[in-house]
């Protein structure tokens, strides 16, 4: 019996008497799957996780910490060796779809959103929640290397170009420690958030972390699927910070602090994400990630441009360009 009967046959000794068929919901970036599960009066998302690559566990604690504060599904059955959890339905209108649709509800779904940011970020109990530590963000890092210029480029780095990369990483981690630390949702955008009333409804929270108070914002503003003019987001960043320091979050009394702060949380996640991408695709075969990798790199890339200590990193990404051309010279396609 394969799984998907294994969670057929779960579902129906949870509601005996109900009669459903099953839809795939989503696409994951992870080893999870999602079902819509249909029935005569409602539906639910069936969640497949399979143990030997999934833990459930941190969904379901941070769904509990979350559930007070903002929309997050409802848990109504779950069983952790397994791997299967039901939740309630959120919907299928993505902040994604939306926003490609009616680019003019940017506004207003937005301020929605970082509503809720703020809420989350308000979270006390944080104990039983994994630290954003050096060791974390330096793991992230490392993706980049080790996928993006090693595997996606396929360069090896000089020894002088690795000790530029050390030093603007160890700078890098450096701001982000040296930030407030909050509930991190840590994948907090557009494909993780859904129109629903109350809006929004937050998914994908399992990574869930504390740390860096611009992280999730970063997430939201410098989406990596869907861009906005610099001057849309440094609107939206300051409309964030004003409410944010009247809920009493410890974000930067100066908003030109903050936003730098912002900026080089932004410059950690996007080189991460770089990774992240190219691990998707050559190892697990989800190759329409590298769509999204120019829209990162451009981020990326100004980002660099604006602050002098990360001038380095720019230049570092200039010789990769170079050198990725000149190795594909002569290829027949």
Known sequence: MNRLQHLENWIQQQY??????????????????????????????????????????????????????????TIRAKDLGQGFLLLSDLGNLTYLQALTDQPEEANSLYSEATDALIKMQLTRHLDDLPQYDEA???????????????????????????????????????????????????????????????????????????????????????????????????????????KARNAGLPVADDFGDF???????????????LGIFARLCYRDSKNAYLDDMPLVMNYLRKACERYHELRPLLGLLDELDNNASESKVGYTF
């Open 16 to 73: 005996p008497e109900m009669s459903f068929t099953l839809q795939p919901a989503s696409v994951d970036a992870s080893f999870r799957r999602y079902f819509r599960v249909i029935s005569d009066n409602e539906t639910f998302i069936a969640m497949d996780a399979p143990p030997q690559q999934e833990d459930c566990t941190p969904f379901v604690h941070v769904a509990q910490l979350l559930e007070q504060a903002v929309n997050v599904p």
């Open 136 to 242: 974390l963000l330096r793991f992230e890092l490392s993706l980049f290397p080790d996928w993006y210029i090693a595997r996606h480029l396929q360069l090896d780095l000089s020894a002088v170009q690795k000790t530029v990369l050390e030093q603007v990483f160890t700078r890098i981690v450096q701001n982000n420690l040296s930030q407030p630390r909050v509930f991190v949702h840590r994948d907090y955008h557009s494909r993780n958030l859904m129109v629903t009333t109350p809006n929004p409804g937050i998914l994908d929270f399992q990574d869930a972390v504390v740390g860096p108070v611009t992280y999730d914002l970063v997430s939201l503003l410098k989406d990596a699927y869907i861009t906005w003019d610099e001057e849309r987001i440094l609107d939206w960043a300051i409309r964030y910070w004003e």
């Open 259 to 273: 936003y730098r702060d912002f900026e080089w949380m932004g410059v950690q996640r996007h080189i991460k994400v």
